[in-house]
């Protein structure tokens, strides 16, 4: 004989009743994230849409056709994605040795470590970037002192060309790679370690083999951060190339605000938008491996 | 290989985590550290792996002192608690790292890893990556891993802990086995009592940076040097009484014959009983010591039963019962039973 209980609430209903209560759940943790959503929409992804729409204005892709046939437009493409795949390597050579220190330091050097690396943050582009205006120039504190010590006759090159564009990107990137590469290295159990050197592994293969692909989500993802920062720069390369490295987006601003060329800048923004996606789809790609693998 | 720690000392600050441990670990033997966590059983094996380098003291391996090898030259094979499988290689690049290390041909590679694999009964995973295995066989890879290029020591670090109930009694008697198969000088670190004897040859228990005794599980378990050791290893009652002339006033008990009464000092004395030496109604009638007691609470575990009482006159006891499915119920809550055990089951636990 079977038996029925009173189910007033109706919990024994079939499947389907049960998942509309659990989506209700989940719906309501989405109302958290709903103001910023809101803003953003607003203020961000609404003048966004406006502008690149205004590149196809009149239904005409002409602007495309300037930006892509004029070979200016697509050498300082090419210009600008080969000074942020330079400005990346450099900080991921000079990010991951920092990181890994970070990631091993008792409790005063982490907090010393952290001070240092966040401390640009407390000040502008702006005012750092004229500070290496002063330290890098003909008669700077760096050729001055590299003279006095008898190292260099002539001055060295370090402003107005890429060598000083590099140097700034690089001063105000490095943090956003040495974060990412520092919270993957942390999430890499010390036993990994220990067990690599017990079963016979010198330090330097532990790391190639076990720490360094372990670490890949991190260092991708402070590839991504950094590239795609360092594609849409403007002050830092404005004011360090002098008028010699011109990046896209100094192009831009150079479009609206001499040329007033809304729809040819809104084109190039456009253009600027997609390689960026692209390389960020491509360094996913390239990357996903590494994530399932650790994940 | 014979395994020799002599003197070892290590001080974090003021404080001694190890002072001054001396062990000796035959050829192919078992030996369990025993001991509740931190006791500094953590911090000697890593002093033997070389994770860890002593402030005084030497760890010798097959006659060689290794006490400021890099633990990568000592050729010892560890399992981590958390086993440490390399999460982004398959279980066959895994078990094949050590060899690797070693620059060993690849065609020996690939059949050593096929044994290790066979040995561990996981023939057939081998392309899995480790989270895609269960506990049971993550610990058996990283058995595996450990023992595949033939190491002078194994080390076991809590191993087991991981695992459920039923998993891990079927691993522990399976790494027995296979560490007698093999010959493998093992030092396995535990807080377990129960497991350490299910598997050990000797134990040596720890406590406060220092072995507390060494031996063969059955003598430790029946003749332990100290109150502490008594007390870790096995559930027990220690009974408090005074000595003189051969006998031991117990209350309750009234006098009890002592074992080795003849070296026995007049004095203060501290009884070891163990719960299943302590008998209740009819099995205690016949008995030579008995007292009556009241059950305080009943546990029934299967084929025992576990009874806390107090002794009329005395302190509280346990005892455990062995039932059979057609014995009556144990005594329930309340009840007064007669209590009873034989004086040659009694351990008199050294003071101090």
């Given at each position: 004989?079977?038996?029925?209980?009173?189910?007033?609430?109706?919990?024994?209903?079939?499947?389907?009743?049960?998942?509309?209560?659990?989506?209700?759940?989940?719906?309501g943790?989405?109302l958290l994230?709903?103001?910023?959503?809101?803003?953003?929409?607003?203020?961000?992804a609404?003048?966004?849409?406006?502008?690149?729409?205004?590149?196809?204005e009149?239904?005409?892709?002409?602007?495309?056709?300037?930006?892509?046939?004029?070979?200016?437009?697509?050498?300082?493409?090419?210009?600008?994605?080969?000074?942020?795949a330079l400005?990346?390597?450099?900080?991921?050579?000079?990010a991951?040795?920092?990181?890994?220190w970070?990631?091993?330091?008792?409790r005063?050097?982490?907090?010393?470590?952290?001070f240092?690396?966040?401390?640009?943050f407390?000040?502008s582009?702006?005012?750092?970037?004229?500070?290496?205006?002063?330290?890098?120039?003909?008669?700077?504190?760096?050729?001055?002192?590299?003279?006095?010590?008898?190292?260099?006759?002539?001055?060295?090159?370090?402003?107005?060309?890429?060598?000083?564009?590099?140097?700034?990107?690089?001063?105000?990137?490095?943090?956003?790679?040495?974060l990412p590469?520092?919270?993957?290295l942390?999430?890499?159990?010390?036993?990994?370690?220990?067990?690599?050197?017990?079963l016979?592994?010198?330090?330097?293969?532990?790391?190639?083999?076990?720490?360094l692909?372990?670490?890949?989500?991190?260092?991708?993802?402070?590839?991504?951060?950094?590239?795609?920062?360092?594609?849409?720069?403007?002050?830092?390369?404005?004011?360090l190339?002098?008028?010699?490295?011109?990046?896209?987006?100094?192009?831009?601003?150079q479009?609206?605000?001499?040329?007033l060329?809304?729809?040819?800048?809104?084109?190039?923004?456009?253009?600027?938008?997609?390689?960026?996606?692209?390389?960020?789809?491509l360094?996913g790609?390239?990357?996903?491996?590494?994530?399932?693998?650790?994940? | 290989?014979?395994l020799?720690?002599?003197?070892?000392?290590?001080?974090?600050?003021?404080?001694?985590?190890?002072?001054?441990v001396?062990?000796?670990?035959?050829?192919?033997?078992?030996?369990?550290?025993?001991?509740?966590?931190?006791?500094?059983?953590t911090t000697?094996?890593?002093?033997i792996?070389?994770?860890?380098?002593p402030?005084e003291?030497?760890?010798?391996?097959?006659?060689?002192?290794?006490?400021?090898?890099?633990?990568?030259?000592?050729?010892?094979?560890?399992?981590?608690?958390?086993?440490?499988?390399?999460?982004?290689?398959?279980?066959?690049?895994?078990?094949?790292?050590?060899?690797?290390?070693?620059?060993?041909?690849?065609?020996?590679?690939?059949?050593?890893?096929?044994?290790?694999?066979?040995?561990?009964?996981?023939?057939?995973?081998?392309?899995?990556?480790?989270?895609?295995?269960?506990?049971?066989?993550?610990?058996?890879?990283a058995?595996?891993r450990?023992?595949?290029f033939?190491?002078?020591?194994?080390?076991?670090?809590?191993?087991?802990?991981?695992?459920?109930?039923?998993?891990?009694?079927?691993?522990?008697?399976?790494?027995?086995?296979l560490?007698?198969?093999?010959?493998?000088?093992?030092?396995?670190?535990?807080?377990?009592?129960?497991?350490?004897?299910?598997?050990?040859?000797?134990?040596?228990?720890?406590?406060?940076?220092r072995?507390?005794?060494?031996?063969?599980?059955?003598?430790?378990?029946?003749?332990?040097?100290?109150?502490f050791?008594?007390?870790?290893?096995?559930?027990?009652?220690?009974?408090?009484?005074?000595?003189?002339?051969?006998?031991?006033?117990?209350?309750?008990f009234?006098?009890?014959?002592?074992?080795?009464?003849?070296?026995?000092?007049?004095?203060?004395?501290?009884?070891?009983?163990?719960?299943?030496?302590?008998?209740v109604?009819?099995?205690?009638?016949?008995?030579?010591?008995?007292a009556?007691?009241?059950?305080?609470?009943?546990?029934?575990?299967?084929?025992?039963?576990?009874?806390?009482?107090?002794?009329?006159?005395?302190?509280?006891?346990?005892?455990?019962?062995?039932?059979?499915?057609?014995?009556?119920?144990?005594?329930?809550?309340?009840?007064?039973?007669?209590?009873?055990?034989?004086?040659?089951?009694?351990?008199?636990v050294?003071?101090?």
């Amino acid at each position: 004989m079977s038996s029925r209980k009173a189910d007033p609430a109706g919990f024994a209903a079939p499947g389907h009743g049960r998942r509309v209560v659990a989506r209700r759940r989940e719906a309501g943790l989405l109302l958290l994230g709903l103001p910023a959503l809101l803003l953003l929409a607003l203020v961000f992804a609404w003048p966004v849409l406006r502008l690149l729409s205004l590149s196809v204005e009149g239904g005409t892709l002409a602007h495309f056709e300037k930006a892509a046939l004029d070979g200016l437009y697509v050498s300082v493409l090419l210009d600008s994605l080969r000074i942020a795949a330079l400005v990346t390597a450099i900080c991921l050579v000079l990010a991951y040795p920092v990181a890994f220190w970070l990631s091993r330091a008792g409790r005063l050097g982490l907090a010393i470590g952290m001070f240092a690396l966040l401390l640009p943050f407390w000040t502008s582009v702006l005012v750092r970037t004229y500070a290496w205006l002063v330290l890098l120039g003909r008669n700077g504190v760096v050729n001055r002192t590299l003279r006095d010590w008898g190292w260099t006759e002539a001055p060295l090159p370090l402003l107005h060309n890429t060598t000083g564009v590099l140097i700034g990107m690089v001063h105000v990137l490095l943090p956003y790679m040495v974060l990412p590469v520092y919270a993957a290295l942390l999430r890499v159990d010390p036993d990994l370690t220990r067990a690599a050197e017990g079963l016979g592994a010198p330090a330097w293969r532990s790391f190639l083999r076990v720490t360094l692909p372990l670490s890949m989500p991190g260092v991708s993802a402070g590839c991504a951060l950094v590239f795609v920062l360092s594609l849409g720069f403007f002050i830092t390369p404005a004011l360090l190339g002098g008028g010699h490295v011109i990046m896209i987006s100094m192009l831009i601003e150079q479009q609206v605000r001499e040329f007033l060329e809304w729809p040819f800048a809104a084109a190039l923004s456009t253009v600027l938008l997609l390689a960026t996606l692209a390389i960020y789809a491509l360094i996913g790609r390239l990357t996903r491996g590494a994530r399932l693998a650790t994940s | 290989m014979q395994l020799s720690v002599t003197g070892i000392v290590r001080r974090f600050g003021t404080v001694a985590a190890l002072g001054g441990v001396d062990l000796d670990v035959a050829e192919g033997e078992f030996l369990t550290i025993l001991g509740p966590s931190g006791s500094g059983k953590t911090t000697l094996l890593k002093a033997i792996a070389g994770f860890e380098i002593p402030d005084e003291g030497a760890v010798t391996l097959g006659g060689l002192d290794v006490t400021l090898a890099p633990p990568r030259s000592r050729e010892v094979g560890m399992v981590f608690q958390n086993y440490a499988l390399f999460p982004h290689m398959s279980v066959a690049q895994n078990i094949a790292f050590p060899l690797e290390m070693r620059r060993r041909p690849r065609a020996e590679v690939r059949q050593r890893v096929e044994a290790a694999l066979r040995l561990v009964e996981l023939e057939g995973m081998a392309a899995r990556l480790p989270r895609q295995l269960s506990g049971g066989q993550q610990q058996r890879v990283a058995l595996a891993r450990a023992v595949v290029f033939d190491p002078k020591l194994l080390l076991l670090d809590e191993p087991f802990g991981a695992l459920d109930r039923k998993l891990r009694e079927s691993l522990q008697l399976e790494v027995r086995r296979l560490q007698r198969r093999l010959g493998l000088t093992t030092l396995f670190i535990t807080h377990d009592q129960e497991e350490a004897l299910i598997m050990s040859d000797r134990i040596a228990v720890m406590d406060k940076g220092r072995i507390q005794q060494i031996g063969r599980p059955g003598d430790l378990y029946a003749r332990p040097a100290s109150r502490f050791v008594a007390d870790f290893l096995g559930e027990s009652n220690l009974l408090e009484g005074r000595a003189g002339q051969g006998v031991a006033q117990l209350p309750g008990f009234g006098a009890v014959p002592l074992p080795g009464a003849a070296a026995q000092p007049d004095g203060p004395v501290t009884l070891l009983l163990r719960p299943e030496a302590l008998r209740v109604e009819a099995a205690a009638a016949p008995l030579p010591c008995r007292a009556t007691g009241t059950v305080l609470e009943t546990v029934f575990l299967g084929q025992s039963a576990k009874l806390r009482l107090r002794v009329e006159g005395g302190a509280e006891m346990l005892a455990r019962l062995p039932l059979r499915p057609s014995d009556p119920p144990p005594p329930a809550e309340g009840v007064v039973v007669t209590l009873g055990f034989a004086p040659e089951d009694l351990h008199v636990v050294p003071q101090g």
